[in-house]
């Protein structure tokens, strides 16, 4: 096999394609959880701790050399609002699953009720 057919056959797999499009929406939802964070939850909370905008929060120390700890809040603040929305998606996902399993198999006939109901139906006819 070439190696162009087998990198087809790989990329090509449902969980290759399934990965890339969970990366791809977990990106842009990344984006919108950043702008939820810094432009309407830190806002607020700078403000009632006094005017603060935690964009600038940093210790200052020799040599021009900045620590931005706000920045890092916001980040921090981004990730568990992430982690969040996966676990409550996942919780979703695996109830929905659960759901599934519990409902009952269909009935299967044993094999004397099968050479039964075959013998109705030639009855029948």
């Known amino acids: 096999m070439s190696l162009f057919k087998e990198f ?23 984006k919108i959880v950043s702008s939820l964070v810094n432009d309407i939850i830190m806002p607020p909370i700078g403000l009632l701790i006094g005017g603060l905008d935690f964009k600038n929060l940093a210790v200052s120390l020799p040599n021009n050399v900045k620590i931005n700890y706000g920045a890092f809040i916001n980040t921090v603040i981004d990730f568990v609002i992430v982690a969040f929305a996966i676990f409550m998606m996942i919780k979703a996902l695996n109830s929905f699953k659960k759901k599934q399993e519990e409902a009952p198999a269909p ?7 099968v ?11």
């Open 8 to 30: 087809k056959t790989f990329a090509m797999k449902g969980n290759v394609v399934d990965l890339a499009v969970g990366i791809i929406i977990g990106a842009a939802f990344g």
């Open 107 to 113: 009935k299967k006939l044993s094999d004397e009720a």
């Open 115 to 125: 050479l039964l109901t075959e013998i109705r139906d030639l009855l029948k006819k």
